[in-house]
């Protein structure tokens, strides 16, 4: 069984996590910015990753991700790593009171000029329409500030937006400018409009073609605001259905940058082929083990501190992630360079990962015994994605050295989903999302869950709920902090959630790739309009 299966997506094996990697932003790279960059050209990618619901941005969660920020614009982002506003088609941000947000955008601000917008003015009016049209959009699938935060969005004059929430909330103007959520569309696309391979936005490049999934071709945008951005005439996406075929694209020049599937692969390029970079980008996805807790044997504390402590976190970083893979708790520890994360010792110490394994192993059997399920067979579920079977191999593997009966459920991936949302599991592996904000992982151990409705691990309890809601409404970054290392040092002890494993993506690209942007991590990664190729006209 192949190992490498695993980093093809990311750790998580979601595709949102392989889109992001697939922009070959972040981490470290020897190629800066130059004073005077090139105009022209046609900056082209090659990637296996699929368009999953093409380049609908309230609902892509494939290499649409890399595609459809560079068609629209947004009001604003919030960088994740020291939580500053980025202004896009907004140019002030005012908070009157705790739960209303003034927006007031740049003027002269202009659509694509494509039927049927034409190349109109950028209004308030088309802000508000696409934010309530991802809240009441069926196909979004984590929409929980939207569904149980926001209170109302309304048009105050043509170029101000006004927002306000039910509650203080921190993460309010984060999800206002988030990537999916964020997309100004134009109202004349707001209702009845497939804009899976189709769509108009002010962004500095528009869909010029998209052929069957398999190519998709941006143009640059003439009548973008922040010109001459961007420089390149073009961007180009090839999906193709084959490591071999990617790298034979790149090797033949016909994609000039590329997402690995994993470190070996991006070694390779760089020592078989001269003229290449490799930037490396550690992952905001990871993988968690869930369990129902209200359930036997998983209800009782014991049995999931010996699954915990039996799981061998370095043999996992070893064979699947190649001496990547990093522990973490509830919290990436790549999140906002581990602001917001528990230190590393305090979860090596909660997984005991000091201990040699076979001790574990023993003190994980005499605690099964001690619970009465020793030998307890277990129903582990899993989507059939290759990345994740081979991580469920290897727990399932583990499980079993400690004398569990462990029969793995593979299912599709929309099923498995359907499965962890309603808690109809006995255990899960979870691909978790790249989340930029420590919002949505400590959600998970909330009382209500995600979205509100019911925690899916059967999970309760009433002092980490009020820790997680108190962080909800505090305004002061390091209040929030310690606040939410508080709720985590709660939750490592409770263990409804079993965290294995983070690790690192790589991509490769032409050294002609200019302005690849080292250091910018995650969905900011997606706003860089400014890449260039340093090739003579």
């Keep these: ?47 296996t990753l699929p368009l999953v619901f093409g380049l609908d941005p309230q609902v892509e969660t494939g290499t649409g991700l890399a595609i459809f920020p560079r068609v629209y614009g947004y009001l ?66 984590n929409k929980t500030w939207h569904a149980t935060v926001l209170d109302a969005a309304d048009v105050i004059d043509p170029l101000t937006v006004r927002i306000t929430t ?51 071709r941006l143009a640059r945008n003439d009548g973008y605001f922040r010109a001459p951005v961007p420089y390149v005439d073009a961007m ?48 905001l996805a990871y993988l968690s083990l869930g369990l129902r807790i209200d359930r036997a044997p998983f209800n009782d504390p014991r049995v999931r501190e010996a699954i915990d402590i039996a799981l061998d976190r370095d043999a996992m970083s070893r064979d699947i992630a190649f001496g990547d893979g990093q522990v973490l708790g509830p919290v990436n520890p790549h999140l906002a360079n581990g602001y917001w994360s528990l230190p590393r010792d305090e ?32 129903r582990l579920q ?29 299912l599709d991936q929309l099923a498995w989903y359907v499965n962890f949302r309603r808690g109809d599991f006995d255990a899960t592996i979870i691909g978790q999302l790249p989340y930029e904000w420590p919002d949505q992982p400590t959600r998970m151990y909330h009382s209500g869950g ?45 263990r409804p959630m079993i965290q294995l494993f983070t690790s690192t993506a790589y991509s490769t690209a032409w050294s002609y790739v200019r302005n690849r942007r080292p250091g910018v991590a995650g969905s900011m990664a997606q706003y860089n309009y400014e890449q260039w190729l340093d090739v003579p006209s």
């Design 1 to 47: 069984m192949s190992r490498r299966r695993v980093l093809a997506a990311g750790v998580g094996g979601t595709a949102a996590v392989a889109a992001m990697a697939a922009l070959g932003c972040g981490g470290k790279s020897s190629s800066p910015p130059t004073p005077t960059p090139r105009r022209g050209g046609t900056l082209r990618t090659a990637t």
């Design 76 to 141: 604003l982002h919030v960088d994740p790593s020291d939580d500053s506003i980025v202004y896009d088609h907004a140019h002030t941000v005012e908070q009157p009171d705790p739960q209303t947000y003034i927006i007031r955008m740049r003027d002269g601000l202009r659509f694509q000029d494509v039927p049927p917008v034409g190349g109109r003015a950028v209004t308030a009016e088309d802000a508000v329409l696409s934010l309530l049209r991802f809240r009441d959009n069926p196909l979004v699938l």
């Design 166 to 216: 039910k509650r203080p909330y921190a993460y309010s103007i984060a999800e206002i400018g988030a990537i999916g959520a964020g997309a100004i569309l134009p109202k004349e696309l707001i209702s009845d409009v497939d804009l899976r391979s189709s769509g108009v936005g002010s962004g500095p490049f528009r869909i010029d073609a998209v052929e069957n999934g398999t190519r998709v």
């Design 236 to 283: 180009e996406w090839r999906i193709v259905e084959s490591d071999a075929a990617r790298l034979d694209a790149f090797r033949q020049r016909a994609a000039d940058m590329i997402p690995n599937r994993d470190r070996l692969e991006a070694e390779g390029l760089a020592k078989s082929t001269q003229g290449v970079e490799t930037t490396i980008e550690p992952a």
């Design 347 to 378: 979860i090596v110490a909660s997984q005991r990962g000091a201990d040699a394994i076979d001790a574990r192993r023993a003190d994980a059997q005499a605690m099964l015994a001690a619970a009465s399920a020793a030998g307890a067979r277990i």
């Design 382 to 410: 899993v989507a059939k994605m290759p990345q994740l079977l081979d991580v469920a191999d290897v727990v399932a593997s583990e499980l079993r050295k400690i004398g569990l009966t462990i029969d793995l459920e593979t």
């Design 450 to 494: 995600i979205d509100g409705a019911g925690n899916m691990f059967g999970f309760a309890d009433p002092a980490i709920d009020a820790l997680i809601e108190r962080s909800w409404g505090e305004m002061d970054r390091g209040e929030r902090q310690q606040t939410l290392l508080d709720a985590q040092r709660l939750m490592i002890a409770a």
